[in-house]
């Protein structure tokens, strides 16, 4: 239940992020849209994101065509991931196999950039 809570307020922060902050709409847009998921390995929880010019799109599930995928190994791996999401803890989680990631891995920078202007 807390994994869902988290994953839901990770896409009204984007959604914040993008009406509050001209800095995240020009990264957006001169990244390129980014359509990513993130969930649990057996996505028994699971939301999609999809970051565009036009604004902020965010939905149950995983869809198939998501550019990136990041699993998570249990539900609280994947909490303690999303309340920090730093560089650092991100390669800890890779490190410690708590996260997988499928799909497009060039577009992780992409990811992360986006992520910093949340916790502002």
Do not use: C, N
Request: no cysteine.
């Amino acid at each position: 239940m807390k994994l869902r809570f988290v994953l839901w307020m990770l896409g009204q922060l984007l959604k914040r992020a993008w009406r509050r902050q001209p800095e995240f709409r020009d990264a957006v847009a001169a990244k390129g849209p980014l359509h990513f998921g993130i969930g649990l390995e057996d996505l028994s929880v699971a939301r999609h994101y999809h970051l565009h010019a036009d604004g902020v799109e965010a939905g149950e599930g995983l869809p198939i065509s998501t550019q990136l995928e990041l699993r998570f190994r249990d539900a609280d791996a994947a909490v303690a991931f999303l309340k920090r999401p730093s560089p650092r803890h991100f390669r800890e989680a890779l490190m410690s196999h708590r996260l997988r990631v499928v799909g497009d891995v060039a577009r992780l920078d992409t990811l992360q950039a986006l992520l910093r202007y949340l916790r502002r």
